[in-house]
C-alpha cells in the first residue's frame, strides 16, 4: 500500500485547560479534530504518490472517549485507544494497523493539534519518503534567541540559532522503518523521545531530514493558540 496516516489525538490537553480533551475543543465551530482529519482528506496524500495505493487514517483517542471516536467513524477512519504518552499512542496505532495486515510503504504521524496543517506540507513530507528518505521532519527556523542555562537558571550563553529548528508534524516515515525503531525501543522511556524522529536518531543509523514546514501548521497548545487559530482560518488564504 501507499500512505498510512497517524493521527495522534489522545492527549488531554491540560496547557489548554478546558477540561475536555484537546482535540474536541472548538475552533471556528468545529472540533480540532474534525479540522485535521478534513485537511488530511482534502489533501489526498494517502494516495497522491507515484503508483502507491491509498493507506489507511488511524486516530488514537483517549481511553475510554465516545466523542472523538464519533468524529473519526463519521470521517471513514479508525479509531484505537491512545496510551499515557505520545509514544505510547502511535506505537498503539502502529500495532492496529500491523494486526490489521497493513503494510504501506510510507507512514505521516501527525498530531491531531496541528489541525491547520496545509496540504503542501503533508505533500512536502511524503514526496521525501517516497523518494528514498527513512525520515523525514518539517521544520521553521527558530524564531527567539535561545539561551542554555544551568540548573540554577545562571546563563551558559547563547546558542546559535541559525543552526536551530522547530520540529513541526506531519513526520514522514519508510514503514519498515518506523516498525522497526518502534519495536527496538520497546516502550522505553527517554526524555529525549519526544518526537518519531527521535527513536529514528536513537535506535537506527538512518539520517532524518528535514523539509520546510508553515507557520500554519502551528500547535494548539496554550490559550492564545486557539487565538491564532481562529485569524489563520478567518484569513482567506488558508
Ligand atoms: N497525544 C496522544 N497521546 C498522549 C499524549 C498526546 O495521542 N498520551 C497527542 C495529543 O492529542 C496531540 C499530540 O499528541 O495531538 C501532541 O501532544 P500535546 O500537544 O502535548 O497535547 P496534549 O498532551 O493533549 O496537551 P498537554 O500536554 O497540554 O496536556
Ligand atoms: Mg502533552
Redesign the pocket.
Known amino acids: 500500500g501507499g500512505f498510512a496516516v497517524v493521527v495522534?489525538?489522545?492527549?488531554?490537553?491540560?496547557?489548554?485547560g478546558r477540561g475536555i480533551?484537546?482535540?474536541l475543543v472548538d475552533v471556528s465551530g468545529k472540533s480540532i479534530l474534525e479540522h485535521s482529519l478534513e485537511r488530511i482528506e482534502a489533501s489526498g496524500v494517502t494516495a497522491a504518490h507515484g503508483t502507491w495505493p491509498a493507506g489507511p487514517v488511524v486516530v488514537?483517542v483517549p481511553p475510554g472517549d465516545t466523542e472523538l471516536t464519533a468524529v473519526a467513524t463519521r470521517h471513514g477512519v479508525r479509531a484505537v485507544e491512545?496510551?499515557?504518552?505520545?509514544a505510547?499512542?502511535?506505537r498503539h496505532a502502529l500495532e492496529q494497523l500491523r494486526s490489521a495486515g497493513c503494510s504501506p510503504r510510507g507512514v505521516l504521524v501527525h498530531?491531531?493539534?496541528?489541525c491547520l496543517t496545509p496540504a503542501a506540507v503533508f505533500h512536502r513530507v511524503a514526496a521525501a519518503v517516497a523518494a528514498g528518505q527513512g525520515a523525514v521532519v518539517p521544520v521553521l527556523p527558530v524564531v527567539d534567541t535561545i539561551r542554555r542555562v544551568d540548573e540554577e537558571g545562571s546563563s551558559q550563553g547563547t546558542v546559535d540559532r541559525g543552526l536551530l529548528r522547530a520540529v513541526q508534524t506531519p513526520q514522514g516515515f519508510s514503514w519498515d522503518l518506523l516498525l522497526e525503531v518502534n519495536d527496538a525501543a520497546a516502550g522505553e522511556r527517554d526524555e529525549r523521545i519526544t518526537d518519531d524522529a527521535s527513536l529514528v536518531e536513537l535506535f537506527s543509523e538512518v539520517p532524518v531530514r528535514t523539509v520546510p514546514g508553515d507557520e500554519a501548521a502551528l500547535?494548539?497548545?496554550r490559550p492564545m493558540d486557539l487565538l491564532l487559530a481562529e485569524a489563520i482560518l478567518a484569513t482567506a488564504r488558508t
Open positions: 495522534v489525538a489522545a492527549g488531554s490537553g491540560t496547557r489548554l480533551p484537546k482535540a488514537t491512545g496510551g499515557a504518552t505520545r505510547a499512542s502511535v498530531d491531531a493539534a496541528r500547535k494548539v497548545t
